[in-house]
């Protein structure tokens, strides 16, 4: 295990051989420190920084239940372990129940609190990471229209939030990069639970045990490795929202465990018997067509109407050119300003270039491609020189085959006929035909003229 740079870990408890115990054990990882009841750990954590508290239930003067109840009413309260013995099990499930992120008993078996300690470091990093997300979502809220101002982009914004206010699950399908994640930003934090959880979770990205796991949580021993009880997205998500990307990976099994959640608002962690219940709205995206997966027989048809009850579809980019403009200018904006170049706008021909070109990766290939070229502009408009070649190449419409069309035969006639003018000299060719050397190169390449 590595070290935990700038993690301190405070322990509190009555006794001197435990805590000394303790903190030999964890010094090799941790920052640590220790108190010998509550109310100097309490007298600790208001002068330092602290982030995870190991405390002894059963102590003289404040109890770690009182610790606990104080501790909780910061907003900056760390996660704590409770640390109980055989006798006073049911004083540690009561602290949980209070806030108390999870318990262990004496003996404490060092190896397993170390893992414990690394998970709930790892919770207590989700969390933060949630609220710094939400944070900064809220900070350029502004800009979350400019996924597109065209008419088919505006009812798209306009539905969103006509479902915000609502409890309804929303299906979103797009092809991959079209924005799908903004619009369930626009349903959040224009709910209700604005100021819930909004928990994420990629379905594509975990196999099926791993899923179930983190979706639904499980309970200490489910499996090997389970050393302790572990929450799953739907309760980190009570009383916000959950947005299923990808939810046309999700495995059968899990797909009825899904569908029941949404028929009766409750579910079993993995390895428990204990029924849950908990508030949570979920919104679902998809690169595919559910519908389709229905037909194929690999998607249950009960869960996609239950996840479709309100379903927003966002079109490609390429079937929205006239988005192209706005949102170019205002990626070239936020860029100039990241990387601190004084990038004031690109060239007609680029412009051009950009509007013919079929993005097959839609608004995230936009983004990356006007990103590149304002850190590779030698100057303050970007020209063909700094634009990715692939952009040259196919700008073909796609709803149109134009090779070996009229205007593609005239072109290459023409550069044939100044490069022969210009006795080979493509710098002279080039200025002759108003466009840059370098694209003169791909054209010659292109048409096979060289």
Same mark, same amino acid.
């Given at each position: 295990?590595?070290?935990?740079?700038?993690?301190?870990?405070?322990?509190?408890?009555?006794?001197?051989?435990?805590?000394?115990?303790? $903190?030999?054990?964890?010094?090799?990882?941790?920052?640590?420190?220790?108190?010998?009841?509550?109310?100097? /750990? !309490?007298?600790?954590?208001?002068?330092?920084?602290?982030?995870?508290?190991?405390?002894? +239930?059963?102590?003289?003067?404040?109890?770690?239940?009182?610790?606990?109840?104080?501790?909780?009413?910061?907003?900056?309260?760390?996660?704590?372990?409770?640390?109980?013995?055989?006798?006073?099990?049911? $004083?540690?499930?009561?602290?949980?129940?209070?806030?108390?992120?999870?318990?262990?008993?004496?003996?404490?078996?060092?190896?397993?609190?170390?893992?414990?300690?690394?998970?709930?470091?790892?919770?207590?990093? !989700?969390?933060?990471?949630?609220?710094?997300?939400?944070?900064?979502?809220?900070? $350029?809220?502004?800009?979350?229209?400019?996924?597109?101002?065209?008419?088919?982009?505006?009812?798209?914004?306009?539905?969103?939030?006509?479902?915000?206010?609502?409890?309804?699950?929303?299906?979103?399908?797009?092809?991959?990069?079209?924005?799908?994640? +903004?619009?369930?930003?626009?349903?959040?934090?224009?709910?209700?639970? /604005?100021?819930?959880?909004?928990?994420?979770?990629?379905?594509?990205?975990?196999?099926?045990?791993?899923?179930?796991?983190?979706?639904?949580?499980?309970?200490?021993?489910?499996?090997?490795?389970?050393? /302790?009880?572990?929450?799953? #997205?739907?309760?980190?998500?009570?009383?916000?929202?959950?947005?299923?990307?990808?939810?046309?990976?999700?495995?059968?099994?899990?797909?009825?465990?899904?569908?029941?959640? +949404?028929?009766?608002?409750?579910?079993?962690?993995?390895?428990?018997?204990?029924?849950?219940?908990?508030?949570?709205?979920?919104?679902?995206?998809?690169?595919?067509?559910?519908?389709?997966?229905?037909?194929?027989?690999?998607?249950?048809?009960?869960?996609?109407?239950?996840?479709?009850?309100?379903?927003?579809?966002?079109?490609?980019? #390429?079937?929205?050119?006239?988005?192209?403009?706005?949102?170019?200018?205002?990626?070239?904006?936020?860029?100039?300003?990241?990387?601190?170049?004084?990038?004031?706008?690109? $060239?007609?021909?680029?412009?051009?270039?950009?509007?013919?070109?079929?993005?097959?990766?839609?608004?995230?290939?936009?983004?990356?491609?006007?990103?590149?070229?304002?850190?590779?502009s030698r100057s303050d408009i970007i020209d063909i020189d700094v634009i990715p070649e692939y952009l040259t190449y196919r700008t073909i419409d796609a709803d149109t085959d134009m090779e070996g069309g009229l205007?593609?035969?005239?072109?290459?006639?023409?550069?044939?006929?100044?490069?022969?003018?210009?006795?080979?000299?493509?710098?002279?060719a080039a200025k002759r035909l108003g466009i840059g050397l370098r694209t003169l190169y791909r054209k010659i390449e292109k048409y096979g003229l060289d």
């Amino acid at each position: 295990m590595h070290r935990m740079q700038n993690v301190t870990v405070l322990v509190v408890d009555d006794d001197a051989m435990t805590r000394q115990t303790l $903190s030999i054990a964890l010094a090799d990882d941790y920052e640590t420190v220790t108190a010998k009841d509550g109310r100097e /750990a !309490l007298d600790l954590f208001t002068r330092e920084d602290i982030d995870i508290i190991l405390s002894d +239930l059963d102590m003289p003067g404040m109890s770690g239940i009182e610790l606990l109840e104080e501790i909780s009413k910061s907003e900056s309260a760390p996660p704590v372990i409770i640390i109980t013995g055989q006798g006073t099990i049911e $004083s540690a499930v009561q602290a949980m129940k209070l806030g108390a992120y999870d318990f262990v008993t004496k003996p404490v078996n060092i190896d397993r609190l170390m893992l414990l300690i690394e998970k709930t470091l790892e919770n207590k990093r !989700l969390k933060e990471e949630n609220v710094r997300l939400k944070q900064k979502i809220r900070e $350029s809220y502004p800009d979350l229209n400019l996924i597109g101002a065209s008419p088919e982009m505006k009812k798209i914004t306009d539905l969103a939030l006509q479902v915000a206010s609502t409890k309804a699950t929303v299906l979103i399908e797009g092809e991959s990069g079209t924005g799908k994640e +903004l619009v369930t930003n626009i349903i959040h934090y224009n709910s209700p639970v /604005a100021d819930g959880p909004f928990i994420k979770m990629n379905c594509s990205a975990f196999a099926e045990g791993v899923l179930e796991s983190e979706l639904f949580g499980h309970e200490k021993g489910a499996f090997t490795g389970a050393v /302790a009880t572990k929450k799953g #997205r739907f309760e980190l998500a009570d009383g916000g929202t959950l947005f299923l990307d990808e939810v046309g990976e999700m495995p059968p099994s899990i797909q009825v465990k899904l569908l029941r959640f +949404l028929q009766e608002k409750e579910f079993e962690r993995v390895g428990g018997s204990k029924t849950l219940k908990v508030d949570v709205r979920i919104i679902s995206a998809t690169n595919k067509k559910l519908e389709d997966l229905v037909k194929e027989g690999t998607f249950r048809d009960d869960l996609y109407y239950r996840l479709r009850v309100v379903k927003i579809e966002v079109p490609p980019l #390429r079937k929205r050119k006239q988005d192209i403009e706005p949102l170019v200018v205002n990626f070239i904006r936020k860029f100039s300003h990241l990387h601190g170049k004084p990038i004031k706008g690109l $060239s007609d021909e680029v412009m051009h270039l950009m509007k013919g070109y079929n993005w097959p990766g839609n608004i995230r290939e936009l983004i990356n491609c006007i990103e590149s070229s304002v850190v590779m502009s030698r100057s303050d408009i970007i020209d063909i020189d700094v634009i990715p070649e692939y952009l040259t190449y196919r700008t073909i419409d796609a709803d149109t085959d134009m090779e070996g069309g009229l205007l593609q035969d005239m072109e290459r006639k023409t550069i044939a006929e100044v490069l022969n003018e210009s006795g080979g000299d493509k710098t002279k060719a080039a200025k002759r035909l108003g466009i840059g050397l370098r694209t003169l190169y791909r054209k010659i390449e292109k048409y096979g003229l060289d």
